[in-house]
Nanobody
Framework: QVQLVESGGGSVQPGGSLRLSCAAS????????LAWFRQAPGKKREGVAG????????YYADSVKGRFTIAQDDTKNMLYLQMNRLKPEDAGMYYC?????????????????????RGQGTQVTVSS
């Protein structure tokens, strides 16, 4: 049974940093499509970052480019999201997701329903 478990969320002040982690059991991240999503109260869920671990290509929402970095560690079978210069609008529940195959990933990495597995989320709060 595949399980994805996020961790690393918390409360930070604007301008601060957090690193989210996503541990997988029953699933290996190599040659896979992985992503981070977030959802703030009253807002639609949005794709934040995606990575094709087969070729290393990464994708980011415009709102986080230059501030967030998605990375995967094969040796630890972990997915990370390094979040720097956090803003209040970055707050929300963050979810990791994984899939073995997503057609035209560059175009579809933001599609929540394209992923086979999703975690339960970790909360990020950004406020002063």
């Amino acid at each position: 049974q595949v399980q994805l478990v996020e961790s690393g969320g918390g409360s930070v002040q604007p301008g601060g940093s957090l690193r989210l982690s996503c541990a997988a059991s029953g699933y290996t991240y190599s040659n896979s499509y992985l992503a981070w999503f977030r959802q703030a109260p009253g807002k639609k869920r949005e794709g934040v970052a995606g990575i094709n671990t087969g070729n290393g290509d990464t994708y980011y929402a415009d709102s986080v480019k230059g501030r967030f970095t998605i990375a995967q560690d094969d040796t630890k079978n972990m997915l990370y999201l390094q979040m720097n210069r956090l803003k209040p609008e970055d707050a929300g529940m963050y979810y990791c997701a994984a899939a073995r195959s997503i057609y035209l990933y560059a175009l579809n990495w933001r599609d929540w329903n394209a992923y086979d597995y999703r975690g339960q989320g970790t909360q990020v709060t950004v406020s002063s």
